[in-house]
């Protein structure tokens, strides 16, 4: 798992523009996506330290969903471990194991 994105089309290194440099692509849907996993994680962020526990672990998976990132785990096992679910130990020993 790594944060660097990739165009779906032809892998090449996305640089954050609408039109994939090497292929042509359109890069807009995955844009929007990478924006929303973004938000997610920011009021997920948001709400562990407002002490809402239960809405940051559903963001956190929200996120998780549209975007497998290193970032987005260890969010994920916080938002876990925040609301008391043993099944973040799995989580954290996967993310360890990836970097």
Avoid at 56 to 64: Q, S
Wanted: hydrophobic residues 55%.
């Amino acid at each position: 798992m790594t944060d660097a994105r990739r165009c779906p089309a032809c892998r090449a290194p996305w640089r954050a523009v609408a039109t994939c440099p090497r292929c042509g692509a359109d890069l807009a849907p995955v844009m929007r996506l990478a924006v929303r996993a973004w938000a997610l994680r920011e009021a997920a962020r948001a709400a562990l330290l407002s002490g809402g526990a239960a809405q940051a672990l559903a963001m956190a998976r929200a996120a998780y969903a549209l975007e497998q990132t290193p970032r987005a785990q260890r969010l994920l096992a916080l938002a876990l471990i925040a609301n008391g679910n043993a099944g973040a130990r799995a989580l954290i020993a996967e993310a360890a194991a990836t970097q």
